[in-house]
């Protein structure tokens, strides 16, 4: 009785998790996987009919969208790693007994709505607002210089809402670094820099690693930043798929589009793994 | 207005799914995943207009009673902001009224309630104003919009503009009365701006690179495409859609618009992102009473658009008899004037013009001239010269029709 209660104990165990993807991840991917091969319009109602022409008029429509939106993405990710390391690696070495007050900073922001930040960030830079208003009024800048609107201003939005998600995980994987493996790297006669190319920086890969995958994939499907603070030529696709959803009614189109968007993304993601030299993603992003 | 989908039957008939559900899984052989995917159809409601029905009047108000509560969405800047006219209602049929400025595009608003609509479950409004758009249609032929009972519309039946029950989009006023109309036109800042302004090509001009807002409602945008070259919308085919649409994709991929705006379109303006944009008559009017600015609103030479917002009850609606008490007290004359008074908008109570002139009699000074500017606004109540330059929109034959004019203007709104 024990024995079979023993056995049986890891699979009550994964029950609750299971139930919860099975309810929350794969009935949802079902049903979007349906809607994105259905047919017909809102008034008469959609119906399934393996409508795989969903998928390639989605791509011929919105491909512009697409490779802006992992433009942005990559531009946004690479922005984050470099101003995330610096602050991981300063918190994780220099922190000392504070470093929980640091982190605490960090998150700080979080607990105002990133949608309200982002909005407020729009009040800040708007045109007539209080940063250009009075460069416009001394002549530094022409009367139609500005800053949303532009892509700098979309990248920069997303790099701002994102910093945390690559903060963390480079902390984590840097905070386990033991220092007597530096100590040791000095003591055979490593440069400061040597040790961090040779020592750190393949330990803190790692977390690199998990902070790409956290934020290479909400950046590219945002939807917010570029409707808070772009312009139409800065359409990112998650903005199409909300729109295509929420303005239009056209649940195909969305879904086929969110289906794209997800394989597009699972293969920038792989490759990258591969590239990195890393065999198993997750096991990576596991640690 | 000219005809919109005037046959519900007809529609159907084009609308209709070519193959069955069955047909496409007996082809696939993938009958398990296939029964999964399949039960994840949309319901459409697709129940012809209740016009067809003669005694769908009586059905849906047999039985409704009076609940004492009701609550209203409408658009942003549509009413006076402290509600006088809600109060006055309210001190006099004791009904409360919840008003909400939930709606701000068209398409978003039909695609948030539909699925509630579709489910038959209340949709927490028991009146909406609508614009006769695509969405006013979407709504009326899936049967979402209670048919009004007229007898219960005592003022309106008294004071409406007869034109109006002759709009196309709802003939007779089955499911529908207007709320006000307005005109599509061009605002601008002539600070900015630094000259006069009086033409739609204005809005091509790369001298205000991304300076130019136009509206992201797929309608409003198409329209001005067309009449930039000198086309009527209603009188629009398929060939000068596309020719509106490269012309307006022409001015996008210049740069010189700014971004394409649902009714936000106004605080851009208020804050310079925009110097010209595509406006709404009344709102540009409103913006400058309230924050004391002096944004300019033209009727292009080359045209512009009129419309006409609809005070409608869904068919969902928990209070409907207060809903058309409600919307039968705005035909009122002297509720009429003070909200047009404010709104700025046309009203579509004739006789609120000679109200508004007696209104001003009581005024002096400042108030006069602003009142009986409003009575002569060309805004309010425009003039015969004022009418001959505006167009309706364009008339769809068919769903399928409709749906290809807006998969013309959607990719350079979703650019």
Redesign the interface.
């Given at each position: 009785m024990d024995r079979v209660k023993r056995q049986l104990a890891p699979y009550f165990l994964v029950l609750p998790g299971g139930l919860w993807l099975l309810l929350f991840f794969a009935i949802p991917m079902?049903?979007m996987?349906?809607?994105s091969?259905?047919?017909?319009?809102?008034?008469?109602?959609?119906?399934?009919?393996?409508h795989w022409q969903n998928y390639t008029d989605a791509i011929d429509?919105?491909h512009?969208?697409l490779i802006r939106s992992l433009i942005y993405g990559a531009v946004a990710t690479i922005f984050l790693i470099v101003l995330a390391f610096p602050v991981a690696y300063w918190i994780a070495f220099y922190g000392g007994k504070r470093k929980s007050t640091y982190l605490f900073l960090l998150l700080l922001p979080f607990f105002v709505s990133f949608v309200l930040r982002t909005i407020s960030w729009r009040q800040i830079l708007?045109?007539?607002?209080p940063v250009l208003k009075p460069l416009k009024e001394i002549g530094l800048l022409s009367?139609?210089y500005?800053i949303?609107?532009t892509p700098a201003a979309v990248i920069g939005g997303l790099v701002y809402n994102f910093l945390p998600f690559m903060v963390l995980p480079i902390y984590v994987a840097l905070e386990r670094i033991d220092p007597r493996v530096v100590e040791a790297a000095r003591d055979l006669y490593a440069n400061p820099a040597t040790a961090f190319r040779k020592v750190i920086l393949p330990l803190a890969l790692p977390g690199v690693f998990a902070g790409v995958l956290m934020s290479f994939v909400p950046v590219s499907s945002d939807y917010v930043n570029s409707e808070v603070l772009?312009?139409?030529?800065t359409?990112m696709i998650g903005?199409?798929i909300q729109?295509q959803?929420?303005?239009?009614?056209d649940?195909p189109t969305a879904s086929a589009l969110s289906f794209i968007l997800m394989a597009v993304l699972l293969v920038g993601i792989f490759a990258y793994a591969r590239a990195l030299g890393t065999e198993d993603v997750m096991k990576v992003a596991a640690r | 207005m000219s005809a919109n989908i005037s046959d519900p039957s007809l529609l159907?008939g084009m609308?209709?799914?070519r193959?069955g559900?069955r047909d496409?899984l007996r082809?696939?052989g993938l009958a398990g995943l296939?029964a999964?995917?399949?039960?994840?159809?949309?319901?459409?409601?697709?129940t012809p207009g209740a016009s067809a029905a003669p005694d769908a009047v009586e059905k849906f108000w047999a039985g409704k009673a009076k609940t004492n509560k009701i609550d209203f969405a409408n658009w942003p800047l549509y009413m006076d902001p402290k509600h006088p006219e809600l109060k006055k209602f309210t001190a006099e049929t004791g009904i409360e009224v919840n008003y909400q400025e939930v709606i701000q595009?068209m398409?978003?608003w039909?695609?948030?309630v539909?699925p509630q609509l579709a489910a038959g479950q209340s949709i927490g409004y028991d009146l909406m104003v609508i614009t006769n758009s695509f969405q006013f249609s979407?709504f009326r032929?899936?049967g979402f919009l209670a048919p009004l009972d007229h007898s219960k519309l005592p003022n309106y039946t008294k004071n409406a503009d007869p034109a109006y029950a002759k709009e196309a989009f709802d003939p007779g006023n089955v499911y529908s009365v207007p709320w006000a109309s307005g005109m599509t036109g061009i605002a601008y800042d002539p600070d900015?701006v630094g000259r006069k302004l009086t033409k739609l090509a204005d809005l091509w001009d790369p001298a205000?690179?991304?300076?130019v807002g136009m509206f992201s409602d797929t309608q409003e945008l198409g329209n001005f495409g067309l009449l930039a070259l000198g086309i009527d919308p209603a009188k629009s085919t398929s060939d000068d859609w596309q020719k509106a649409a490269d012309h307006l994709k022409e001015q996008?991929k210049a740069?010189i618009?700014?971004?394409?705006y649902d009714q936000s379109y106004v605080d851009a303006l208020g804050?310079?992102?925009v110097w010209i944009t595509q406006a709404w008559s009344g709102d540009i009017f409103q913006k400058n009473l309230s924050e004391n600015r002096n944004f300019e609103f033209f009727v292009p030479e080359e045209g512009g658009t009129i419309w006409t917002d609809n005070m409608t009850i869904p068919i969902t609606a928990k209070a409907p008899v207060d809903a058309i008490t409600l919307i039968d007290f705005f035909y009122r004359t002297d509720v009429a004037a003070t909200l047009a008074e404010y709104i700025n908008y046309v009203a579509p109570v004739p006789s609120a013009k000679e109200q508004i002139i007696k209104d001003a009699a009581k005024l002096s000074g400042a108030d006069k001239t602003a009142m009986e500017a409003i009575a002569n606004s060309k805004l309010v109540f425009p003039s015969a010269a004022e009418y001959a330059k505006l167009h309706y929109y364009v008339s769809f034959e068919a769903?399928s029709e409709q749906?290809a004019f807006?998969k013309t203007f959607?990719?350079?709104?979703?650019?």
């Open positions: 079902i049903a996987l349906s809607l091969l259905q047919q017909g319009d809102i008034v008469n109602g959609y119906q399934f009919t393996f429509s919105y512009t969208q708007t045109d007539d607002g009367d139609s500005h949303l609107g772009g312009s139409s030529s359409t903005q199409v729109a959803y929420l303005v239009n009614s649940y | 159907r609308t209709q799914r193959f559900r496409a082809l696939s296939g999964a995917l399949a039960a994840c159809g949309v319901q459409g409601k697709g595009e398409g978003p039909f695609a948030k539909q979407q032929d899936s900015k205000f690179k991304g300076k996008k740069g618009v700014r971004k394409y804050k310079g992102e769903a749906q807006q959607e990719p350079i709104v979703l650019g």
